[in-house]
C-alpha cells in the first residue's frame, strides 16, 4: 500500500540503506508503505554520504541491503540467487576491507583491515534467523518474491526468477570471451567456451539458500575468478561488494548481498533484480524478528536523558600482550604493589619509579603488574608511551576514547550511542564526532583533552586506577612532570633510564635477572630439549655472560632458536658477531615493542654525545676496559678535571649507561659494554684503543713509580691487570703497527710525541704483566718495545737495555734459563762497553746473571759474583739501605743456603730483611719474597714450626697485597703445602697443592711452573703415602704437561720420567721401570762424551744410569748391572774432578759415588770374584779415607768389608791384619770422626784412581 505521509527524521529508528537503483525499487516492493523521499545533497556514492549526512537521532541500527557477487567453493555451494548475510568472526566484525587497486583480471589487491561488528540487537535478530528450518525460510523468502513477480509481470517481469540454465559458473582461471555490441561485458551472449564451465549438482529446489559468513568489500567491482578464489581462501569471504566499507565504521548496521553474479569477468546483469529482490525480502524478515523500540530507548536516543553516573570500569587494553615467557621478579612486583597498598596520600596520586639500563625488563614488569593487579585491584589501567611528547598526547587521546568507548558501550548497550552528550558528560564537547573518534586538529585540543583526562581521574568516586607512563627517557626534551597529574587517588607507575625521580616518587633500581630465572627464560625461548642438566653449565655461561639481561637473553633464545645452534656455539658466535646475536628478533610475539640490544642503547648514547661529546667518547672507552669496577683514578688531571670527570659520569648514569658502584668508581652492564665497543667502526676503534692504550700504560706508570716506595697500594696493579685481561681480548699487539704512524722514519730521526706515548705505554703494560705473573703476555708485549726502543733510542741507551733486562727477567721467571741468560749478558755486556765495569747499571746487570746462576745450581759462580756486587756497591759508598746492597745480600744469604750453610744464610737472610722493610715496608713483595726465602732455610733444616710459622706471614702478606690468585700466592700457598708434607700431614697438603693447581689452571693457564708444580707436588705427596698407583697417575699427567711446555730434554721432564720408573720400580715392575729409565736417558739426549753439560744435567744423567744399573741388579742381570755402574761411576767422578758440582749436590754426588763401588764390589762378592770384590772395595776405602780421614766411621767400615773377603777367600792371616787395623782405628780415643766435609764455597776436587793402588795395610 503506497501511501504518503509527512514524516520528522526524528521518527525514524532503523536506517534501510542501498547503493544502487534496483536495490532501492526492490526494497519499495516488499515494504508496506512509501514515505515521501527524504532531500540528499547529490553524491556519487550514495550509501558513504548519505550516512554521513544524514542526522537521524533515533536510528537504533542500519541494514545494508543490496546485490553482490558469490565467491563459490567447494566448501561453500554459493549459487546465483543465494542470499549471504554478513557475521563476525572470531578474525573480523563480518566484513574484510580490500583495497583492489585495479582488481580486474591479473590484477592485484591489498587487505586493509575488518570493519565493526554489527550491533548486538542485530546479531540476535540474525541468530533468530539462523534457527529457523533453511529450507523453511528459503521457501517463504522464495514465495514472498513470487507473488512479487506475478505482480512484476504486469509491468514486464524484471523481477523474476531467471532460471537454473542461466546460473553458470566458470573455471576461476578461465578468463572471458567479450562478446559484440550491448554484450561485450557479460555472459549472455559472449564467445566463451562452455567447457570451462564447473559441473555442479542439480539443486531440489529453486528457492534461495542463506549464508552467513565474510563479506570481502573493495573500492571496485571484482571480476577475478583467480584473485576471487585466492581472497576467499585466506578470509573464507562468501560474497564481493563494494560499499560496505565506506558505511560500517562511519554506521552501524547489517549487511545482506543477494547473489547476482560470481565475482569474475563472466558478469551477467540478468540475475541483479532477483538478486536485489531476495535480499530485501529476508531484510524484512528480519525486521520482524526485531522487537519494536519502547519510548524509554528513542527518548535515550534523542538525546533527552542526561547520564547519571561516569563509567570508571574500562576493560584492560595494553599496548602489548601479556608475556608468557615472563619469570622471576616475584621480589619487585611484591615490592611496587606493596608501597601502592602502604601509601596513604590525600587527593594525591602515589608515584612508582621504576628505573634502570635499556633492556632490563622495566615494561615487562609494567605488563606483568598491570595484566596481574587489573580487575582485582584496579578497574582501570592506563598505557602512556612517553618516548616523546607526540606518543604522550598520542596516548591520552587513546586513552579518552577508550573511556568514551566504554561509555557509550554501557549506556548504549543495543542501540546508537549519542557521542555528543558522551562529549558533553566529559568536558570535550564538540571533540568526538559520530563514531566515538576524538577530533585533534590544534594544540589547543590536545591541551583539553589532557585536562579532561586528568579532570576523570580526579573524579571522587574514581579511585582504583593506575596509569602506567612507560620510557620516560627523555627529560631534556620531554618535560614529562607536566604530564603527570597532581591530583587524584590512584596509583602512578613509571618506567624510566633515568634514576631522576626521588625526589617525587618512591624509586626502585631494576637489577639484573637472577640465574635461575635466567636460565629457565633462556632454555624456554631457545626450545632447550635436552635434559636441561646436561647443558646446565652452558646455559649458565651464556646468561652470565649476557649479564642476565632480559633482552639480552631474548635475543639469544631466539637466535639459537631459529639457528639450531647449542648454548656453547652461541657463546662462540657472540664473541665474533655481536651485533647478529643480539639482533634477530621473531615476527610473531616479540615482546619488547621492535626494541633491540643495539637500537635500545643507541637512543641514550645519542642524547649523551649531543650533550657532551667527551662523555660518550669515555664510554667508547670503556668498552674495552673491566666493566665491573673503573676506577677515575685512571685517568690524571691532566685531560680532564675532577668537575669535568663527575659531570661525565653523571651524564652517563643518568641513561644509565654506567652505574656508579663506590666512590669514585662506577661499572658498566657486559652487554652495554660489548654493544659500545662493536658499534664502532674499524677506523674509530683505532682512534678508541690509541687512548685506551695511552691510559693504561699512564696509569701502569703511575703504580711503578709508587711500587719502588714504601706507600704503594698493591689494589692499583690488580685493577689495571684486570683491565689489561679484557683488552686482550680484543687487541693484540703484535698487529701494532696500524697504530703507528706508516711515514718512514729518517735514520736517526725521533719518532712523532704520539707514537712515542703509544711506544712507553706499551712498555707499562709490559711490565704490569710481568709484575703480575703473565709472563706469556709480558713477552708480546716486550717483543713490540724492544725493536721500537732500539730505533728511538738506540741499542746501547739505558732505557733499551732495561727493556732487555725485563724480557731477561721474564724467562728468567718462566724457567727457560738458557733464553734468559742470553738476554742477561746482552745487557751486561752492553753495560760494561757504555758505562764501564764498575758502573752501577753494570753491577746491577751482573747481579741478574747471579740470581740466574743459582737456579742452574752454579752456586760458585754466583757467590763470586755477589761478591764483586757487595764490593762495588761499597766502592760507590752507597747507603746500607740500596737497593742494589739489598740485591747482593740477599744473593749471597740465596748461596750460602743453597750450599747447606744454613747459619750463614741465616745471617745474611735477616740482614736482607731489615734492609727491604726499611726501604719498602713490611707487606712489600720484595721483603715478603725475602721472608720466603728464610722460610726455605728452616725447612731444609726440618725446622717446621719456624718454617711454617714464617710461610704463613708470606701467604698473608701477599694475600692482602696481591690477591689470592696472585702467582707469588700460589706458591707460598705451595710452600706451606710442602712443610705439611714435611711434617707428614699428607691430607692437608694434598688439599693445598690442589688449591694451587685449580687457582693456577683458572689464572695462570695449564702450563705455568706453578700449575706444573703443583701437580708434581701432588704425585710426590701420594707416593710417600705408597699409594702409587695415584703418583703414578698424576706423574704422567705432570710429565705429558712437561713435554708439551719445556719439552723431552729438559731437566724437569727427564726427573718426572726418572720419578715415574721409580714409582714402578718400587711396585716391583721392573720392566717398566727399566723401560722408563731409558726412556729418560734417551729424552735427555746427553751422554758422555758429548758437549760441556751443566752440573744438573751431570746429576740427572748419573741417576738416571744409576737406576738403570740398579734395576737390572734386581733383575738378576749382573753384567748389565755392573756395566752401567761403572758408567755411572765414571760420570760422577767427572763431575767432581771438573768441579761442576757443588753445595749439597756434591755431598749427594760422593755418596752415591761411594754406594756405587760398594755395590760393584758386592755383586762380584755375591758370584765369588773375591780379587775383583777386593779390588773394588779397596777403592772405596781409598776414596772415604782421602774425603774423610782414616777414622771416619765409613773408612773404618770399608776396612772391615775387605777384611771380611780374605775370610771368604780362605787368607786367614791377611784377613787377620785387616781385622786389626779397623780393630785399631775404631778404638781411638779422643780423635773424633775425623776430617768434615771442606767448605763447599771453596771445592776439593776429587780423583779416583784408574789403575789399583795398594793400600798401606
Given at each position: ?21 534496483i536495490?532501492?525499487e526492490?526494497a ?9 523521499k527524504l ?14 549526512s ?5 536510528l ?40 583492489f ?54 509491468r ?8 537454473e ?19 561485450v561485458d ?52 562468501l ?26 569477468g ?31 530507548e528513542?527518548?535515550i536516543h ?22 608468557h ?32 639500563i ?16 587489573h ?39 543495543e ?9 558533553r558528560k566529559?568536558?570535550?564537547?564538540g571533540?568526538?564526532?559520530s ?11 590536545i ?23 612507560d ?7 620531554v618535560?614529562?612532570?607536566?604530564y603527570i597529574?597532581?591530583?587524584?587517588s ?5 618506567t ?29 625461548l ?7 642438566k646436561?647443558v646446565?653449565?652452558?646455559?649458565d ?5 649476557l649479564g642476565f639481561?632480559?633482552l ?7 637466535f639459537?632458536?631459529?639457528?639450531k645452534?647449542?648454548p ?22 616479540w615482546?619488547?615493542?621492535r626494541?633491540?640490544a643495539?637500537?635500545t ?9 649531543k ?5 660518550a ?17 685512571l ?9 669535568e ?9 643518568s ?23 662493536e ?14 692504550l ?17 706507600n ?6 690488580r685493577?689495571?691487570?684486570?683491565h ?15 697504530f ?11 719518532t ?25 703476555k ?14 728511538a ?11 732487555i ?5 721474564v ?9 734468559a ?12 762497553k ?8 753494570t ?6 746473571i ?59 737472610y ?30 731444609k ?15 698473608d ?24 708434607q714435611?711434617q ?5 697438603a ?6 694451587v ?31 702409587d ?13 712437561h713435554e708439551?711446555?719445556?719439552g ?14 721409580s714409582?714402578?720400580?718400587r ?35 748419573f ?6 744399573a ?6 738378576g ?6 756395566k752401567w ?6 760420570s760422577?767422578a ?13 755431598q ?7 754406594y ?16 775383583k ?13 782421602r ?7 765409613s ?8 777384611a ?21 782405628l ?5 780423635r ?9 764455597l ?7 784412581p ?8
Amino acid at each position: 500500500m503506497a501511501t504518503k505521509l509527512q514524516r520528522s527524521r526524528n521518527d525514524y529508528t532503523v536506517g534501510w540503506i542501498c547503493a544502487i537503483p534496483i536495490e532501492i525499487e526492490a526494497a519499495r516492493k516488499i515494504l508496506d508503505i512509501t514515505h515521501p523521499k527524504l532531500k540528499v545533497p547529490p553524491t556519487t556514492k550514495i550509501a558513504t554520504n548519505l550516512a554521513k549526512s544524514m542526522t537521524f537521532k533515533r536510528l537504533r541500527f542500519g541494514l545494508m541491503i543490496g546485490v553482490g557477487g558469490g565467491a563459490p567453493s567447494p566448501f561453500n555451494d554459493i549459487r546465483l540467487g543465494d542470499i549471504v548475510v554478513s557475521q563476525p568472526t572470531d578474525r573480523s566484525g563480518g566484513v574484510i576491507q580490500y583495497d583492489f587497486g585495479k582488481a580486474m583480471e591479473k590484477g592485484e589487491f591489498k587487505m586493509i583491515g575488518s570493519l565493526n561488528a554489527p550491533p548486538r540487537i542485530l546479531l540476535s535478530g540474525v541468530a533468530a534467523m539462523a534457527a529457523i528450518d533453511p529450507i523453511k525460510l528459503g521457501r517463504r523468502i522464495f514465495d514472498v518474491a513470487w507473488d512479487i513477480e506475478k505482480e512484476d509481470e504486469e509491468r514486464g517481469g524484471r523481477f523474476s526468477y531467471p532460471g537454473e540454465d542461466t546460473d553458470k559458473l566458470f573455471r576461476g582461471n578461465y578468463l572471458h570471451v567479450p562478446g559484440e555490441g550491448r554484450w561485450v561485458d557479460t555472459c549472455n551472449a559472449c564467445a566463451c567456451d562452455t567447457s570451462n564451465i564447473v559441473t555442479r549438482s542439480k539443486r531440489q529446489s529453486s528457492h534461495p539458500q542463506i549464508h552467513y559468513g565474510v563479506i570481502a568489500s573493495g573500492n571496485q567491482v571484482m571480476k577475478d575468478g583467480v584473485k576471487r578464489d585466492q581472497i576467499s581462501t585466506e578470509t573464507g569471504a562468501l560474497c564481493f561488494e563494494m560499499e560496505a566499507a565506506g558505511l560500517m565504521d562511519n554506521f552501524p548496521c547489517l549487511v545482506v548481498r543477494g547473489i547476482c553474479d560470481y565475482s569474475d569477468g563472466h558478469k551477467n546483469k540478468r540475475w541483479q533484480p532477483y538478486a536485489a529482490l531476495v535480499a530485501a525480502v529476508y531484510a524484512k524478515e528480519l525486521l520482524s524478528q526485531i522487537p519494536a523500540a519502547g519510548e524509554d530507548e528513542t527518548e535515550i536516543h534523542a538525546g533527552r536523558r542526561i547520564i547519571d553516573e561516569v563509567n570508571f570500569a574500562l576493560p584492560l587494553r595494553m599496548p602489548f600482550p601479556r608475556n608468557h615467557t615472563f619469570v622471576g621478579r616475584k621480589e619487585k612486583l611484591t615490592e611496587i604493589h606493596e608501597y601502592f597498598r602502604r601509601a596513604e596520600f590525600s587527593n594525591t596520586p602515589r608515584i612508582f619509579a621504576l628505573v634502570g639500563i635499556g633492556g632490563m625488563g622495566k615494561t615487562q614488569i609494567a605488563i606483568e603488574y598491570a595484566y596481574r593487579h587489573h580487575g582485582s585491584y584496579y578497574t582501570a589501567v592506563l598505557w602512556v608511551s612517553a618516548a616523546n611528547e607526540e606518543t604522550i598526547r598520542t596516548s591520552f587521546i587513546n586513552i579518552m576514547e577508550h573511556i568514551i568507548e566504554e561509555q557509550a558501550r554501557i549506556t548504549w548497550p543495543e542501540s546508537t550511542p549519542d557521542y555528543e552528550m558522551i562529549s558533553r558528560k566529559l568536558g570535550i564537547a564538540g571533540l568526538v564526532n559520530s563514531r566515538g573518534e576524538i577530533i585533534v586538529d590544534s594544540e589547543i585540543i590536545i591541551n583539553d583533552i589532557q585536562k579532561a583526562l586528568f579532570r576523570w581521574l580526579q573524579l571522587p568516586k574514581n579511585s582504583k586506577w593506575l596509569l602506567i607512563i612507560d620510557n620516560a627517557d627523555d627529560l631534556e626534551n620531554v618535560d614529562i612532570q607536566k604530564y603527570i597529574p597532581n591530583h587524584g587517588s590512584g596509583d602512578i607507575f613509571v618506567t624510566s633510564r633515568r634514576p631522576e625521580f626521588s625526589h617525587v616518587a618512591e624509586q626502585a633500581n631494576l637489577e639484573q635477572l637472577d640465574k635461575d630465572s635466567a636460565i629457565t627464560l633462556l632454555s624456554s625461548l631457545a626450545h632447550i630439549t635436552v635434559p636441561q642438566k646436561d647443558v646446565e653449565h652452558e646455559l649458565d655461561a651464556v646468561v652470565t655472560k649476557l649479564g642476565f639481561m632480559p633482552l639480552a637473553i631474548s635475543h639469544a633464545g631466539y637466535f639459537m632458536q631459529q639457528t639450531k645452534v647449542s648454548p656453547k656455539e652461541y657463546l662462540l658466535h657472540y664473541e665474533e658477531a655481536f651485533m647478529d646475536a643480539q639482533a634477530r628478533v621473531p615476527r610473531f610475539g616479540w615482546n619488547y615493542r621492535r626494541d633491540k640490544a643495539s637500537t635500545t642503547w643507541e637512543m641514550s648514547f645519542s642524547q649523551v654525545e649531543k650533550e657532551n661529546t667527551e662523555a660518550a667518547f669515555l664510554l667508547l672507552i670503556c668498552s674495552y676496559l673491566n666493566y665491573q669496577e673503573i676506577s677515575k683514578d685512571l685517568w690524571d688531571t691532566e685531560r680532564f678535571s675532577r668537575v669535568e670527570f663527575r659531570e661525565m659520569i653523571g651524564l652517563l648514569t643518568s641513561y644509565s649507561l654506567v652505574r656508579v658502584v663506590g666512590t669514585g668508581i662506577f661499572s658498566v652492564h657486559p652487554v652495554v659494554h660489548s654493544w659500545a665497543r662493536e658499534r664502532l667502526a674499524q677506523s674509530e676503534r683505532f682512534a678508541v684503543l690509541k687512548d685506551v692504550l695511552i691510559l693504561l700504560g699512564n696509569a701502569s706508570r703511575r703504580n711503578q713509580i709508587s711500587r719502588a716506595g714504601s706507600n704503594w697500594d698493591p689494589r692499583e696493579e690488580r685493577i689495571i691487570l684486570a683491565h689489561l685481561g679484557y683488552l686482550d681480548q680484543h687487541f693484540d699487539p703484535s698487529a701494532s703497527e696500524s697504530f703507528f704512524h706508516q711515514e718512514e722514519i729518517k735514520p736517526g730521526a725521533e719518532t712523532t710525541a704520539e707514537n712515542q706515548n703509544l711506544v712507553i705505554a706499551f712498555y707499562n703494560i709490559a711490565l704490569v704483566y710481568r709484575n703480575g705473573g703473565k709472563y706469556d703476555k709480558a713477552i708480546q708485549w716486550y717483543e713490540q718495545v724492544l725493536p721500537r726502543y732500539e730505533k728511538a733510542f738506540g741499542k746501547d741507551h739505558i732505557s733499551t737495555l732495561q727493556v732487555i733486562t725485563d724480557i731477561a727477567a721474564v724467562y728468567h721467571s718462566q724457567g727457560d734459563y738458557d733464553t734468559a741468560l742470553h738476554y742477561y749478558k746482552q745487557a751486561f755486556f752492553s753495560c760494561k762497553k757504555t758505562f764501564g765495569k764498575n758502573h752501577l747499571v753494570t753491577l746491577c746487570a751482573m747481579g741478574n746473571i747471579s740470581s740466574l746462576y743459582i737456579d742452574q745450581h752454579r752456586y760458585n759462580k754466583a757467590g763470586k759474583y755477589y761478591q764483586r756486587l757487595l764490593v762495588g756497591c761499597r766502592r760507590h759508598n752507597l747507603s746500607e739501605n740500596d737497593s742494589l746492597i739489598l740485591m747482593a745480600i740477599s744473593g749471597i744469604a740465596m748461596v750460602y743456603g743453597k750450599l747447606g750453610e744454613y747459619d750463614e744464610a741465616l745471617r745474611w737472610y735477616e740482614r736482607a730483611i731489615a734492609i727491604s722493610e726499611k726501604i719498602f715496608g713490611k707487606d712489600h713483595p720484595s721483603t715478603l719474597h725475602t721472608v720466603s726465602k728464610l722460610a726455605s732455610i728452616y725447612y731444609k733444616q726440618k725446622i717446621y714450626n719456624v718454617a711454617m710459622q714464617l710461610y704463613k706471614q708470606v701467604l698473608d702478606g701477599r694475600e692482602k697485597v696481591l690477591g689470592e690468585d696472585h702467582p707469588l700466592t700460589l706458591e707460598a700457598i705451595n710452600s706451606l703445602a710442602l712443610v705439611y708434607q714435611g711434617q707428614e700431614s699428607y691430607d692437608m697438603a694434598i688439599q693445598l697443592f690442589k688449591q694451587v693447581l685449580t687457582s693456577g689452571e683458572k689464572c695462570l693457564g695449564e702450563d705455568h711452573p706453578l700449575t706444573l708444580a703443583a701437580i708434581c707436588n701432588i704425585s710426590s705427596t701420594y707416593a710417600q703415602r705408597n699409594r702409587d698407583e695415584e703418583a703414578i697417575q698424576w706423574a704422567r699427567r705432570a710429565l705429558t704437561s712437561h713435554e708439551k711446555v719445556f719439552g723431552t730434554h729438559h731437566p724437569q721432564t727427564v726427573a718426572l720420567t726418572n720419578n715415574i720408573a721409580s714409582l714402578y720400580r718400587r711396585q716391583g715392575k721392573f720392566k717398566k721401570a727399566l723401560l722408563w729409565c731409558k726412556r729418560a736417558l734417551i729424552g735427555k739426549g746427553k751422554t758422555l762424551g758429548g758437549p760441556k753439560l751443566s752440573g744438573q744435567d751431570y746429576l740427572q744423567m748419573f741417576d738416571l744410569v744409576h737406576s738403570i744399573a740398579s734395576i737390572y741388579l734386581r733383575l738378576g742381570q749382573s753384567n748389565e748391572a755392573i756395566k752401567w755402574y761403572k758408567r755411572a761411576l765414571i760420570s760422577k767422578a767427572k763431575a767432581l774432578a771438573n768441579r761442576t758440582v757443588s753445595g749439597e749436590d756434591y755431598q749427594l754426588t760422593l755418596d752415591s759415588i761411594h754406594y756405587m763401588v760398594a755395590q760393584i764390589a758386592s755383586i762380584y762378592e755375591h758370584h765369588g770374584k773375591y780379587d775383583k770384590a777386593i779390588q773394588w772395595y779397596k777403592r772405596e776405602l781409598f776414596s772415604r779415607r782421602r774425603i774423610f780421614g782414616r777414622i771416619h766411621p765409613s773408612t773404618v767400615n770399608a776396612i772391615r768389608d775387605i777384611a771380611s773377603l780374605y775370610k771368604k777367600k780362605g787368607m786367614r792371616n791377611k784377613a787377620m791384619r785387616w781385622y786389626k787395623r779397623c780393630k785399631r782405628l775404631a778404638t781411638v780415643e779422643g780423635r773424633g770422626f775425623g776430617r768434615t766435609l771442606p767448605s763447599n764455597l771453596v771445592e776439593i776436587p776429587v780423583y779416583l784412581p784408574k789403575k789399583r793402588t795398594k793400600p798401606s795395610p
